[in-house]
């Protein structure tokens, strides 16, 4: 028993040895695919990290740029807001630009007659010679004027303001009986309407007497109808 142990053992160093072996070969490999995969990775974070430079060197404009080079609508001129209105009841005077003589019309013309002089203003304009830009802004206060008059609510409010500030009166007034297109061109319109000369209470006087020579003769008659029976 004792003579076979040494030869056992030399039989089983070289088997020995192999596993060994073998057990080794499997961690070097596992080495390189963990290096291969720790290089591939630094790889995919270089390209990562280097991608954003790339683009955004190529960015296109924001479209808020596009957008500030496009002009801008003018702003509305109109009296009626509530700003305004306020603002004139309490006294305040809310005109500043004189549309009339802007235009070279009088306070009593009509829509179509401002429509009128308003061409003839635009014609004249264009047959100067100014700028462009000049030309646009003469237009453009002579539309704003001939908008407000022509509008009915528009200018009756800018004729009730006229005529406040004409008489220096703080106090409220119907804007009716300030508003001449009104006046001239609706007569059921709620102007105050002219004192009567006296036509109307002839014509009650009529009426009455009429109506009283009616009761006396309708009286006469019956009594004449009783005798006779």
Known sequence: ????????????????TNVTSRTQRPSCSITRISQSRRASGLVVRAESTSAPTSTVETESPTPTEAVALTPTAPASKSLI??????????????????????????????????????QERCAEVRQKNLSESETEEILNKLKDSVDLLT???????????????????????????????QRLQDPTSL????????????VGLF?????????????VIGHGWEKSM
């Open 1 to 16: 028993m004792m003579q076979c142990l040494p030869a056992q053992c030399q039989l089983l160093s070289p088997v020995s």
């Open 81 to 118: 807001n509530e700003e305004n209105i306020l603002s004139a009841i309490t006294g305040q005077n809310i005109i500043v630009e004189d549309h009339y003589g802007r235009l070279g019309v009088n306070p009593e013309a009509s829509s179509s007659e401002i429509v009128k002089t308003y």
């Open 151 to 181: 509008s009915e609510e528009e200018r009756r409010l800018y004729d009730w303001c006229l005529l406040r500030k004409a008489t220096h009166t703080v106090d409220y007034a119907w804007p009716y009986e300030a508003d001449i297109t």
């Open 191 to 202: 102007v105050v309407p002219p004192e009567d000369d006296g036509v109307n209470d002839k």
């Open 207 to 219: 009426f009455a007497g009429w109506f009283v020579l009616s009761c006396i003769l309708s009286i």
